[in-house]
Nanobody, 120 residues
Framework: QVQVVESGGGLVQAGGSLRVSCAASGTIFSIGAMGWYRQAPGKQRDLVATITSGGSTHYADSVKGRFTISRDNARNTVYLQMNSLKPEDTAGYYC??????????????WGQGTQVTVSS
C-alpha cells in the first residue's frame, strides 16, 4: 500500500507566503518525479511544478520566480514554497509522486489535495 498525503494549506493575504508539503509512505522501492498541480473551482487541473529524483525542476510560467519546489529523498517528501501569493493562486493543490513499489513500472499516486486561499 502506498499513500501520498499533503499538508500545509490555508488562508493567507495577497503578497504573503505559504509552504505546502507532501509525504509518500508505504511499500516504496523508489520514487521518480514528484510534483504539484492545482485546480480552482470550475477549472481544469493545471501543472504547477515538478521535480525529478535528481533535482531538476520545471515550473508553470504563472509561478516562475515566486514558487520553489524541493524534495527530501530521505523523507520521501516534496515541498512547494509559495511566495508573493496572488488571489489567482487560490486553488486546491494536489501532489503526485511516481512510485515503484517493487518490480514493475512507476505508477503515479495522488494526494487528496490541500486548499490554498489567497485573500485580496
Amino acid at each position: 500500500q502506498v499513500q501520498v498525503v499533503e499538508s500545509g494549506g490555508g488562508l493567507v493575504q495577497a503578497g504573503g507566503s505559504l509552504r505546502v508539503s507532501c509525504a509518500a509512505s508505504g511499500t516504496i522501492f523508489s520514487i521518480g518525479a514528484m510534483g504539484w498541480y492545482r485546480q480552482a473551482p470550475g477549472k481544469q487541473r493545471d501543472l504547477v511544478a515538478t521535480i525529478t529524483s535528481g533535482g531538476s525542476t520545471h515550473y508553470a510560467d504563472s509561478v516562475k520566480g515566486r514558487f520553489t519546489i524541493s524534495r527530501d529523498n530521505a523523507r520521501n517528501t516534496v515541498y512547494l514554497q509559495m511566495n508573493s501569493l496572488k488571489p489567482e493562486d487560490t486553488a486546491g493543490y494536489y501532489c503526485y509522486a511516481d512510485i515503484r513499489s517493487r518490480i514493475g513500472p512507476y505508477i503515479a499516486y495522488w494526494g487528496q489535495g490541500t486548499q490554498v486561499t489567497v485573500s485580496s
